[in-house]
């Protein structure tokens, strides 16, 4: 059956997300440390000396397992952690729950400060004239900040549905919206577990971005391995009936 529509992974299919996120995960939390200093200059210690950035990110991993229906809103995982951290710092709850927000706000600007692949922009041009196409992420990048929005008919946030992949609700989801069986789509993402195992068991074929060596040696039926989201053109052409 005719591919009609797509669905796109984002991080690390359409980007390489590893320095965006390391740059924003040290960036807010500095910036949390430094303003809290200058709002309370008479602290004792910076709230950084007190919570390393280590001590954050173990924090994170508590408030997952104490609220597992969130576990896949980053976003909301992160911003309850810092509040918690700073709450328990010495601020009173509401200007600690404020001063998560506004932490959580810069951090969300330093994660959509990113750079597509080079050939994204053009190939994704060229495939919505031919394919209805839908972006199905665990991440918390939100395509309306970025100007690769236009190329995306359906947006799936995973983590916010409270099922993050391979949860395949969100897949259904994505192919709900855009009107197509799974037979009629092709999912393109580099997680095995996360992209490649769900869509292939829904009936989807995918393009499997293999930059990390993941999977068994010989792919499963409808898995098709690319080393770049680049190939994906001549991939869908060698498709067409």
């Known amino acids: 059956m005719a591919i009609t529509a797509l669905t796109f992974d984002l991080d690390d299919t359409l980007w390489n997300n590893r320095p965006v996120l390391e740059r924003a995960e040290t960036g807010h939390y500095q910036w949390l440390s430094d303003a809290l200093a200058a709002a309370?200059?008479?602290a004792t210690n910076a709230f950084m000396t007190d919570y390393p950035l280590s001590t954050y990110q173990q924090h994170r991993l508590d408030v997952a397992r104490r609220f597992p229906l969130k576990r896949g809103d980053f976003t909301w995982i992160r911003e309850r952690a810092l509040f918690e951290l700073v709450e328990t710092y010495g601020l009173p709850r509401l200007r600690a729950r404020l001063w998560a927000a506004h932490a959580i706000?810069?951090?969300?600007?330093?994660?959509?400060?990113?750079?597509?692949?080079?050939?994204?922009?053009?190939?994704?041009?060229?495939?919505r004239r031919s394919y209805r196409i839908a972006a199905i992420t665990n991440g918390n990048a939100d395509?309306?900040?970025?100007?690769?929005?236009?190329h995306f008919s359906v947006m799936i946030a995973a983590g916010e549905l409270h099922a993050p992949k391979p949860d395949p609700r969100a897949f259904l989801a994505a192919l709900a919206r855009l009107r197509a069986r799974p037979s009629q789509a092709l999912h393109v993402?580099?997680?095995?577990?996360?992209?490649v195992l769900p869509a292939q068991r829904l009936g989807m074929q995918v393009a499997w971005i293999d930059a990390k060596g993941e999977g068994p040696g010989v792919p499963l039926p409808?898995?098709?391995?690319?080393?770049?989201?680049?190939?994906?053109?001549?991939?869908?052409t060698?498709?067409?009936p």
């Open 105 to 127: 706000a810069h951090f969300l600007d330093l994660r959509h400060d990113l750079t597509p692949y080079p050939e994204v922009v053009a190939m994704l041009d060229t495939l």
């Open 143 to 150: 395509l309306k900040r970025l100007d690769l929005a236009e």
């Open 222 to 236: 409808g898995v098709h391995r690319l080393t770049h989201v680049r190939e994906l053109p001549t991939l869908l």
């Open 189 to 195: 993402g580099d997680s095995w577990r996360e992209d």
């Open 238 to 240: 060698s498709l067409t």
């Open 40 to 42: 309370s200059p008479d």
